[in-house]
């Protein structure tokens, strides 16, 4: 099983009308805190310093 494949099985508790897969968003969080991000503002900016990695989390 694939990282995307296991974070896809996640249950997405959000509404119908969210931009982003649960799964692009968890695979973010996951990148940034193993590039020792601390904190979901930290993760926000990890997100604009690498938009490189944008397209490859959905």
Known sequence: MTLREALSQVPDPRAHNRQYP???LLALILVAFLSRVDS???VERFA????HLLP???
Do not use: E, I
Not at 48 to 51: Q, S
């Open 56 to 58: 490859h989390l959905g």
């Open 40 to 42: 979901l503002r930290g």
């Open 22 to 24: 649960l799964w692009g």
């Open 48 to 51: 604009r310093a690498n938009p």
